[in-house]
């Protein structure tokens, strides 16, 4: 029997590792001899490059940069020296967790922190850089994290532009004369569950703004200046992608690395899939087991079990979920390649007593899925 467990983590619980060890022990009560081979997985955010330099045998390096708001931060990303490859987490330097909700600003919260470490991974000898962008404080378009990199940015009195979104309305010109001239050697790959455009109704402003403390009076203004922006950069590169899939993810942090840097737009768990190498583990196997926290419609949108599940259905493996909730939904992923799903608790409970017993938890859903497998195979 070979079993792979592929979960997400379960935010304000476990890590996808710890989530992937509470359910091999409890296949294991069932299940001694099954060979059982543990995956941790992310989407693109938070927990994005524990999983995979967990998988990778990769390091951690840590490098003090400004926060959302200026403060410094200690803010850790991920390197695998074979490959040559960095894995930054943008929610480290630049995210939401970092500033307490009383202090949310969209207005002029910045990414800069995010591009000092883009430039600490050029210093190691980077080839390749992943930015894993959820989570994400900003909605500055990425010119903070450009500005850190050499971007200078000028209003119409050739003085410099102050940090955030709402600045880049009075953007005049644009200077590349000193971006890192090592950006052109390397490749860039975004890693994200958000394929939203960088303007409009469902641009970066408009959907995540008010979640980072952006009025609805806001929201218009910073909407506006994110265009704005877009028209001086499309002017300065010759090339437009505003309109891109995924340019509105993180503020329009995608957008910028997709102008600026020309990465490469993928889902976050296409790409933790491939560094875990989550696919060729799967060949053989009988079962695969995944996870999140929340476990609904929009698990489509790319998120982990989604496409733990289109891996698995690619090679005719069966793949059961075991969530912290079902939510609304959840059955329209019946038709992607899930065949079961369970939720953790077993009868009432809190938030915080869910989040608190979860290793219990589920190893106990683990065990009730391998005794419910043995009776089906008798």
Not at 27 to 56: F, H, N, Y
Not at 80 to 103: D, H, K, W
Not at 180 to 198: C, G, T, Y
Not at 229 to 245: G, I, M, S, Y
């Amino acid at each position: 029997m070979k079993i792979i467990i592929a979960p997400d983590s379960f935010k304000d619980s476990l890590s996808a590792q710890g989530v992937a060890d509470a359910i091999a022990r409890g296949l294991a009560q069932v299940w001694p001899d099954a060979r059982l081979i543990k995956c941790p997985m992310a989407d693109g955010g938070e927990g994005t490059v524990e999983s995979v330099l967990a998988a990778c045998n990769g390091q951690w390096r840590r490098n003090r940069v400004q926060g959302p708001l200026g403060v410094a931060v200690e803010a850790r990303w991920g390197w695998l020296s074979e490959s040559r490859t960095a894995i930054i987490e943008m929610a480290e330097a630049s995210g939401l967790q970092l500033v307490p909700p009383g202090q949310r600003d969209a207005c002029i919260s910045s990414t800069y922190g995010t591009g000092e470490l883009i430039r600490a991974a050029l210093d190691e000898g980077a080839g390749r850089v992943i930015l894993a962008i959820g989570g994400s404080a900003t909605n500055d378009g990425g010119a903070g994290a450009m500005q850190a990199l050499g971007v200078v940015l000028l209003d119409e009195h050739e003085n410099p532009l102050p940090p955030g979104g709402l600045a880049l309305a009075r953007l005049s010109r644009i200077d590349l004369s000193a971006l890192d001239r090592r950006l052109a050697q390397v490749s860039f790959e975004i890693a994200a569950d958000v394929d939203n455009p960088l303007c409009g109704p469902h641009g970066a402003s408009a959907v995540f703004g008010p979640q980072k403390g952006a009025s609805a009076e806001q929201v218009q203004q910073l909407d506006q200046a994110l265009g704005h922006f877009a028209e001086r950069c499309a002017q300065a590169l010759n090339k437009d992608v505003r309109d891109e899939p995924g340019s509105g993810a993180a503020g329009g942090l995608g957008f910028a690395a997709k102008a600026f840097l020309g990465a490469q737009f993928r889902t976050g768990v296409d790409v933790v899939a491939q560094l875990t190498g989550l696919a060729e583990a799967i060949n053989g196997a009988d079962l695969v087991i995944t996870g999140e926290g929340r476990f609904d419609a929009q698990t489509l949108r790319g998120k982990t079990p989604f496409g733990v599940a289109r891996i698995a259905r690619e090679r005719g493996v069966p793949v059961v979920v075991i969530a912290g909730t079902l939510g609304e939904g959840y059955t329209a992923l019946y038709e992607h390649g899930i065949d079961a799903a369970f939720a953790l608790v077993n009868g009432p409970m809190t938030l915080q007593e869910a989040c608190a017993e979860a290793p219990r938890l589920l190893a106990e859903r683990a065990q009730d899925i391998a005794r419910l497998w043995r009776i089906a195979a008798r």
